[in-house]
């Protein structure tokens, strides 16, 4: 689980992709503060596992899934990205919950100054928009932002220089993709409230979860 506050930028080494996965390195310093061995690591808003620690570097293995879902695959040596560890239970909750595990990719449209702040305009598609409300939560590449203005189809939010400065937002520009996360809370809400009609269509269903279970059970 984590926050959304990235802790700092990390620098891609290098992406070695083989047929069905690939090692992932990336060059940081804050994080190895008390990084260990199988910790997670959120890049660019998608937990991975730390495979490999040595000095200031650390590996993570990527599976065709996580290429699949997310823009990780259009990293190269070079790229910027952001990190943030685990949330610590003693820590404090700047952001919101975020479980690192992208919903879909959307693409970044338009880049506006507004005084001191700067506006992002990102398409989605239309199951990240079903979830999306104002002043709701969404994770941007890993980053806990309030969606500030909606369109049927694209999400506005604005940051402060702060933000643009601690995260790779200050590296971009129209047309890159940008990882999505809806709050987990609406989608578990939706789950809910559709689940009758979900058990009835899923002809594959195995699950002895009813409605009725769940209203007995508190929920």
Not at 18 to 46: H, R
Not at 100 to 121: I, R, Y
């Amino acid at each position: 689980m984590f926050t959304g506050i990235v802790e700092e930028l990390g620098t891609v080494i290098s992406l070695k992709r083989g047929s069905k996965a690939a090692v992932l390195t990336i060059k940081a310093n804050v994080i190895f503060e008390d990084l260990k061995l199988g910790d997670s690591v959120a890049v660019n808003g998608v937990c991975l596992t730390a495979t490999h620690i040595s000095g200031n570097t650390f590996q993570a293995d990527v599976m065709n899934e996580t290429f699949n879902r997310s823009s990780l695959g259009s990293l190269k040596k070079g790229s910027v990205v952001n990190l943030e560890r685990a949330m610590a239970a003693n820590g404090r909750f700047g952001g919101h919950m975020v479980a690192g595990h992208v919903d879909d990719t959307g693409e970044l449209v338009s880049v506006k100054q507004d005084d001191n702040a700067v506006w992002f305009t990102i398409k989605a598609p239309e199951n990240i928009m079903k979830y999306c409300i104002e002043k709701g939560s969404i994770a941007l590449d890993g980053i806990s932002l309030t969606i500030a203005k909606l369109s049927d189809d694209t999400i506005s939010v604005s940051m402060i220089p702060h933000t643009i400065k601690n995260t790779n937002f200050g590296y971009k520009k129209p047309g890159d993709k940008i990882n999505l996360e809806n709050d987990m809370v609406g989608k578990y809400i939706d789950k809910l409230l559709h689940f009758d009609q979900q058990e009835t269509n899923d002809k594959h269903t195995n699950s002895t979860l009813t409605m009725e279970m769940l209203r007995n059970a508190g929920f």
